[in-house]
């Protein structure tokens, strides 16, 4: 018997209230994106759930991607039977039988959006209940907690069961709470940060500071390659390469060795809200966790963010790096993260950086560097390029910082 729907439960979505339908029309938008390969399914979105209809596509192969979609709280296999009776009682059957594992308990959990239909919930679980019992042994009925929840649903349409839920991704849909720049190095943290970002809604631009000849090409393609992995949970994802070899002499040139980790994350943060606002951002994030390095503390913290107003989001501020590497694991980014290619931040690291940095002794030292020039040869040298779930980047533009935007 063909799996021939499938049920998709929105979790989170259904406590939104007066927004709930921006959020489903979202998730719908994403859903069809997402399984577009698919030229057969028909899609649709009501109130509560998600319906999507087969016409013959593979099941497995529309779940698979449906796993990786935000927003989605758990989605069922579902078969189709006419309204009749007999037919509900042999799928009921049919299904069990699939799924049969010795002292099985199960119950039967009956809705009827047809209210037309002969058998109201209470005798539709008592005959397909009876029926269960009779045809397979030893199976016994357990109304809390069973080991088999069987769904069945009689719509105008025909009656539909399922005997299986799986786990989605949760979160919020990707689009629905703005657009944030990711601060993305090369290491594990920032592309967890981007993961927790897109889970919460958010749509992310990755911002990457690359230094040659001081970084090297495997550590820029590094950053792609990270990129690439959040790129299944949103489709394509603009990569943005700053040029950061200039700045970073400068801060070498000029500034003590103790403050100069301090002042190089003022400068990527500036670079970084510049592009913000021209690509319509509405936030900043990153992979910091609280007092996990020296420019994470909260002195650093405060000196490093009176550049910019625009919020700092930081997904993994309360998280040990247990937790971060258990996330970076469980999306598949920490082998790519650990590859000894060292991005800008690790090749120019002091060898003592100041902890509890002074704002004021910051900003006198940053006197001696021509902050406009550098920020403006960096700007004039950006590349943009899309990133896909495979990793095709497509380069889209190699020109100036006025024509980019």
Same mark, same amino acid.
């Given at each position: ?19 709930? @339908?921006?959020?489903?029309? @979202? ?54 039977? %006419? ?24 119950? /039967? &959990? ?5 209210? %037309? ?15 269960? +019992? ?9 109304? $809390? ?30 689009? *629905? ?21 897109? $889970?919460?809604?958010?749509? /992310? ?28 949970? *949103? ?5 943005? +390469?700053?040029?950061? *070899? =200039?700045?970073? +002499? ?35 994030? &990153? ?18 963010? =009176? ?9 993994? /501020? ?33 060898? @003592? ?6 704002? $004021?002794?910051?900003? =006198? ?10 920020? *403006? ?13 495979? %990793? ?14």
């Amino acid at each position: 018997m063909e799996i021939t729907e499938i049920l998709v439960r929105y979790g989170e979505l259904s406590t939104k209230g007066k927004n709930r @339908k921006f959020f489903i029309k @979202k998730l719908h938008r994403n859903v069809r994106l997402k399984l577009e390969s698919f030229s057969k399914l028909k899609i649709a979105a009501n109130r509560d759930r998600l319906h999507i209809t087969l016409n013959g596509e593979d099941a497995d192969a529309v779940m698979s991607r449906l796993r990786d979609i935000f927003g989605v709280s758990s989605f069922s296999p579902v078969v189709r039977v %006419d309204k009749s009776i007999e037919e509900a009682k042999q799928a009921v059957v049919h299904l069990i039988k699939e799924n049969f594992k010795d002292n099985m308990t199960f119950r /039967i &959990n009956t809705k009827r959006a047809d209210h %037309d239909f002969e058998y109201d919930t209470n005798d539709l679980n008592r005959i397909l209940g009876t029926v269960v +019992e009779e045809s397979i042994q030893p199976l016994s009925v357990r109304m $809390k907690n069973p080991d088999l929840d069987v769904r069945v649903e009689v719509r105008l349409d025909g009656i539909f069961i399922s005997v299986e839920t799986l786990d989605g991704a949760g979160g919020l849909p990707v689009g *629905t709470a703005g657009k944030g720049m990711l601060m993305m190095s090369g290491g594990i943290d920032s592309p967890v940060a981007g993961y927790l970002s897109l $889970k919460r809604g958010m749509e /992310i631009e990755a911002v990457h500071f690359h230094s040659p000849p001081y970084t090297s090409p495997q550590a820029l393609q590094k950053a792609k390659d990270l990129t690439s992995k959040l790129a299944k949970y *949103t489709g394509d994802i603009t990569f943005i +390469e700053v040029p950061f *070899t =200039e700045i970073q +002499e400068a801060i070498k040139k000029h500034i003590p060795e103790d403050y100069s980790m301090t002042i190089t994350r003022r400068m990527m943060l500036r670079l970084t809200d510049k592009i913000r606002g021209k690509r319509n951002g509405l936030a900043i994030m &990153n992979g910091e966790s609280l007092g996990q390095v020296a420019s994470q503390t909260l002195e650093s913290m405060l000196a490093i963010n =009176e550049v910019t107003a625009t919020p700092i989001l930081r997904p993994l /501020i309360s998280m040990d790096k247990n937790d971060i590497i258990s996330i970076a694991r469980d999306i598949d980014t920490f082998d790519l993260a650990i590859q000894p290619y060292e991005d800008c931040c690790t090749v120019f690291a002091p060898s @003592k950086p100041k902890t509890k940095p002074k704002l $004021k002794k910051v900003k =006198e030292m940053e006197g001696s560097l021509d902050i406009d020039a550098l920020i *403006t040869n960096a700007l004039s040298g950006l590349r943009i390029e899309s990133i896909t779930q495979d %990793d095709n980047s497509e380069n889209l533009s190699e020109e100036t910082y006025e024509s980019l935007f």
